[in-house]
Structures are given as C-alpha cells and as structure tokens.
C-alpha cells in the first residue's frame, strides 16, 4: 500500500480516533475517582443508623439439603437481635427459557416454615435469576416472560414470601425487565407477595458510566438514576448492589457508595422500600479489591449519604451469607445495627 493512500490515511485517523477516546475515558474515570475520594471523607453522622429494614442474601446449601434445623438454629441466633426482615435465598437459576428445575430446591417448604417459625416477621424471599446474554435467557422473548411468571408460582407456592429478581447484566435503558417486572407486580399482588429487584450499579459521576464501559474489563451493567427509578416504579423493594465498583481504596469506595445511595434515595419512590446492597465476601477480582470493598467503608458511605436517620423505608443488604466473616458481622452490628 502506498505510503500515502487514501486507505492508509483512514487507518491512520481511525486510530488516532480510537486512542483519542480511549484517553477521554481515562481522564474522566481519574476525575471520576479523585472526586469519590473527597467524597469518601468526613464525619459520619451518629444518628445514621438502622432502623430494622435490612436483608441478607443466602445461598443455595439452604435450599439443596445440605442445611439442617441446627443450622437455621444458628442462624436464627445470629440475626434476633439484627435489623434483618427479609432472607433471600438462592432458589435459582432460571433455565434459559425461563422456567425453573424443582430439583433444585427440594428443601424449600421445609426451610421456609423452619425460618417462620423461628425468626418471626422476617420474610423469606425466593431470589431467582439468571444472565439475559445473548444464548442464555431472553428477556425479550414474551414466551420466555410467561415461563418466568409460571416459575413465580411455583415458589411461591412453596411458601415464599416474595420474589426477589437478580438479571445480571442488564443494560442501561432495556425495556424488556421493566416489561417484566410489571407483569410480575400483577401476579404478586394476587398472593399478596413482595416483588424485589437486585438493582445494579449506579453512575455516581456525569459520563462516568460510559467511560467506565469504554474500558476493557469494565462493569457493563451500570445504570443511570432515571432508569432505576423506571423500574423501581413496578417493584415494593429494591436493592442497589453497590459492590465490584473497580475503585481502588476504602475511601474511593466509601464516596462511591456516599454518592450512590444519594441518588438511589432521589430516584427510588418513598413507597418502595429501598435496601444497598453492601458487600460480606472478600473474592479478589479485577472489580472487586477486598482491602477496598470492606464492609466498613460501604456503610461508612451509606452513613454520609443519609446525613441522620432514614426518614423512609431504608436499609442495607449484605451478601453474601456463606462468606461473611466475623469481622463482616462486628462492623454491621456496631457501625449500622
């Protein structure tokens, strides 16, 4: 190809397009973090503390029988004195055409009457999900929304209190969950069941998301206020997962989640209850630094962005059961608790 053709000359601008981009993302995403560091400081306010509307995620071994009464026993010891009020656990995943595998949750009508009688209030939700990519479930697919809706029955005829839906990832603006969701909230009502949503991470800075989504290995399922608070307008209960956020330290970490939960307090309705979900597990990933994501520094950034004591239905949710630590449990109970 000649030195100077036209076709040499495109590559050359594509490219100096491409880093030019590539540069941007880089730059809003250090502004971007800078900013969260700043926000991660202060004093926290005493008075912002729990006021008995949390949740825990649990996992499959309560469902498949690996569990016993000794173990709700356990488990009920550990959270009397708790603000926990909702128990979701793992009854999952939908197949791909959306219904679900009985076999996966033999023990469930056992479970779910062993924690009524033993953790009275708390509800016990069935948390059900699966991942809408591509090949694998098809939330566009009305045939796919229906068996989804035969799978809520079926759970709930088991006993749940509730559904809790956990779609990972979903994009920014899709219509399809909200499609969902609404007929979902339809069927609920008839069992006068609760309908939560696993909500997923929130843009806490102006262009933060796409430059976020710009970079290889970034979190993809990033949700701006507007559209958590479209879906939120078809559930009774919301959990904002503000973990694997990719930020570095404990004080970025704590201004992501300040921020964060500011926005999901504005956008989700006062009449639905509003949980953030803050993180009990210490996997080292690429998003997710366990020196970082520390059970303190969420609720530290819980505590700054409510300033006092919630003044709604409001919470934290800690995932996950089977990996919390004692260290975990200590800051929960004495920083919110």
């Known amino acids: 190809m000649p030195p100077h053709s036209p076709r040499r000359r495109w590559w050359r601008r594509v490219l100096v397009l491409a880093l030019g981009l590539l540069a941007a993302a880089l730059l809003v995403v250090a502004a971007g973090g800078v900013a969260l560091q700043v926000e991660g400081g202060g004093t ?3 008075a912002a503390r729990g006021t008995g509307h949390d949740a825990e995620w649990l996992g499959h071994a309560w469902l498949d029988g690996r569990k016993r009464q000794s173990d709700v026993d356990r488990l009920a010891a550990r959270l009397r004195h708790t603000g926990i009020r909702d128990l979701y656990v793992h009854a999952g995943p939908f197949r791909d055409d959306g219904s679900l595998d009985p076999a996966l949750r033999p ?3 056992w479970l779910v009457t062993a924690l009524h009688r033993a953790l009275p209030g708390v509800r016990v939700q069935a ?3 699966a991942h809408p990519v591509p090949g694998q479930l098809r939330l566009n697919s009305p045939r ?5 809706l035969v799978s809520v029955r079926q759970v709930l005829g088991d006993g749940f209190d509730g559904v809790h ?13 909200a499609t969902l969701l609404a007929a979902s909230r339809r069927l609920t009502r008839r069992y006068h069941a609760v309908l939560s949503l696993s909500a997923s991470l929130l843009a806490p800075v102006p262009g933060l998301a796409t430059a976020i989504r710009a970079l290889p290995g970034g979190p993809r399922g990033v949700w701006s206020a507007g559209y958590l608070h479209r879906l939120s307008s078809h559930v009774d209960q919301v959990a904002v997962m503000l973990y694997d956020s990719c930020l570095p330290t404990a004080t970025s970490y704590a201004g992501y989640v300040r921020r964060a939960t500011g926005l999901a307090l504005r956008a989700v309705p006062d009449r639905v209850a509003l949980l953030i979900g803050v ?11 366990g020196n970082a994501e520390t059970m303190a520094a969420a609720l530290r950034g819980v505590r700054l962005a409510l300033g006092g004591r919630p003044q709604r239905r409001f919470g934290v ?4 059961d089977f990996a919390a630590t004692a260290a975990d449990w200590a800051s929960y109970r004495t920083d919110w608790a």
């Not at 839906?165 to 969950?177: C, I, N, Q, T």
């Not at 993180?279 to 630094?289: F, L, M, N, Q, S």
């Not at 949710?317 to 996950?320: C, F, G, R």
């Open 44 to 46: 926290v306010p005493a």
């Open 107 to 109: 023990k469930a009508r």
């Open 165 to 177: 839906y956990d779609f990972e990832p979903v994009a920014e603006g899709d219509a399809d969950l």
């Open 127 to 129: 948390w059900l999900g």
């Open 317 to 320: 949710a800690l995932y996950v």
């Open 144 to 148: 796919t929304r229906a068996a989804i």
């Open 279 to 289: 993180p009990a597990y210490h996997d080292r990933t690429a998003c997710h630094r």
